[in-house]
């Protein structure tokens, strides 16, 4: 594990500026609500160190029974955690084998399943920088999406349109119309962008728009 960390922080990456608009999404707001908390499949601490630096209180969660204050944004790592310093604890798990994912996948119960069953099914989520192919995020969605009285979409995900140059009008509109409408059976909005580097300005847009 100290191998794995070496080599996610060999290059002393420290933030971006996607990273940079979530911190500003994050800061507590007068009127709106305030973000309820972060989900991540990242192993990194970028988003708690820049956070930080920001005088943002919040807290990684990372394991089961993982303490927290009710003033601290929470940052779960459903798939392990790995700070920059520090000790890293000897019964940490990290999903980074097809071992170790499959064993997530098959565990209902554990607690990282748990904890998105039920920010999906009390909370409304954005979803960025997913491609939507994960089997267990997928099963997560549909199990939400099922108990959702009212079939509404009560999500949103960001997706790049998709580059069909290979195949005709008709069929690039057809499989356009398909991938949106396999987002839409999961509960999810699709909001289109051209390029990932629109998903800053867009963020930027849903805060202006909760001032």
């Known amino acids: 594990m100290p191998e794995l960390r070496d080599a996610l ?3 002393n990456p420290t933030s971006c500026e996607l990273i940079d608009v979530i911190v500003e999404l994050a800061r507590p707001q007068r009127d ?5 908390s972060i989900i991540t499949f990242n192993f990194d601490g970028l988003i708690e160190e820049q956070l930080n630096k920001n005088n943002i ?3 990684p969660i990372f394991s ?32 980074f084998s097809e071992d170790a994912y499959h064993s997530q996948f098959i565990d ?18 954005l979803f960025i920088g997913l491609s939507l192919t994960d089997p267990n995020l997928r099963r997560l969605l549909d199990v939400a999406n099922r108990k959702n009285p009212y079939g509404t979409l009560n999500h949103y995900i960001v997706k790049r349109v998709p580059n069909f140059s290979n195949n005709t009008d008709t069929l690039d509109q057809l499989a356009f119309l398909l991938e949106e409408q396999d987002a839409n059976e999961l509960g999810l ?23």
Not at 32 to 36: I, N, Q, S, V
Not at 64 to 92: M, Q, T
């Open 9 to 11: 922080y060999a290059e």
């Open 32 to 36: 709106g609500k305030p973000l309820e």
């Open 57 to 59: 209180r919040n807290k």
């Open 64 to 95: 089961e029974g993982v303490r927290c204050r009710s003033n601290e944004l929470l940052i779960y790592h459903v798939h392990g955690f790995l700070p920059r310093k520090g000790r890293i604890r000897k019964d940490a798990e990290i999903v």
């Open 108 to 125: 209902p119960f554990s607690w990282s399943n748990l904890i998105q069953l039920n920010k999906l099914s009390q909370n409304t989520c």
């Open 189 to 211: 909005n699709v909001i289109w962008v051209n390029e990932f580097s629109e998903v800053p300005k867009l963020i930027k847009n849903i805060i202006e728009a909760n001032a």
